[in-house]
């Protein structure tokens, strides 16, 4: 299990790194806070989260402890507090511009999408080496030549880079983007890519996701 480090500058102090599964859990906290109903629900306890969510009060407790918030002895949490801390953990509150690379069916997917806005995450634009792709994009985002790519990055200070082109093109774009300053990758690409120590990669392999699911669908005997 990888544990990550959390940038101390971010909570003001240094703490201890958290588990990916943890991190990975508390957007579904915040999802099922979300659709509670706050004007009937306005305390939840570990208990009822775990049970509504299949998994352990300690497991529960645990995650949320990581954001710094503190239950009530047979309270539990104010909901709109503990869903706020989750935002403000996860950065959710300051929003990140990303520059998308690939203008494929995946990556026009990805830039008509509008709900990344609630999760802090910002895509200013793609690039796409294709001079058929270029120009306007789904919700007035532009798609740049890839030439753009590092004036673009640099100029915006942007600090995130979502590739979704062709496995043979990944490796070279991540090199890209690691010479102009981009400090995390969210990868799509059917591609493991190389990269620096200090920059984060963070793998969306679909086939592997799909190769589990028709496992396990083929062990249910369906």
């Known amino acids: 299990m990888e544990n990550l480090p959390i940038d101390p500058a971010a ?10 599964p943890t991190l990975r859990r508390l957007p579904v906290y915040h999802n099922y806070l979300k659709n509670l109903d706050s004007s009937k629900t306005h305390a939840i306890s570990c208990t009822q989260i775990a049970q509504d969510l299949h998994l352990t009060p300690i497991q529960v407790r645990k995650d949320l402890a990581c954001t710094g918030i503190v239950g009530k002895p047979k309270t539990g949490y104010d909901t709109e ?6 935002e403000d953990f996860l950065g959710w509150n300051n929003p990140n511009d990303a520059l998308l690379f690939g203008a494929g069916h995946l990556g026009l997917a990805l830039l008509s999408y509008d709900g990344f806005a609630s999760y802090g995450l910002d895509i200013v634009a793609a690039v796409d080496a294709d001079p058929a792709k270029q120009g306007a994009g789904p919700r007035d985002k ?25 496995e043979a093109a990944a490796q070279s774009i991540a ?17 493991k890519i190389t990269v620096p120590a200090d920059v984060t990669v963070q793998h969306e392999n679909l086939a592997s996701s799909l190769a589990v699911l028709s496992k396990k669908l083929s062990l249910r005997g369906e």
Do not use: Q, T, Y
């Not at 532009?142 to 062709?166: D, Q, S, T, Y």
């Open 175 to 191: 090199d890209l983007c690691v010479s102009c300053g981009i400090k995390a990758i969210w990868n799509f690409a059917p591609a």
């Open 81 to 86: 507090a503990l869903r706020l801390a989750i």
């Open 142 to 166: 532009k798609i740049l030549p890839l030439e753009k790519a590092a004036g673009l990055i640099r100029r915006m200070h942007i600090k995130i880079a979502i590739i979704a082109v062709p």
């Open 11 to 20: 909570g003001g102090e240094e703490r201890a790194p958290i588990a990916e």
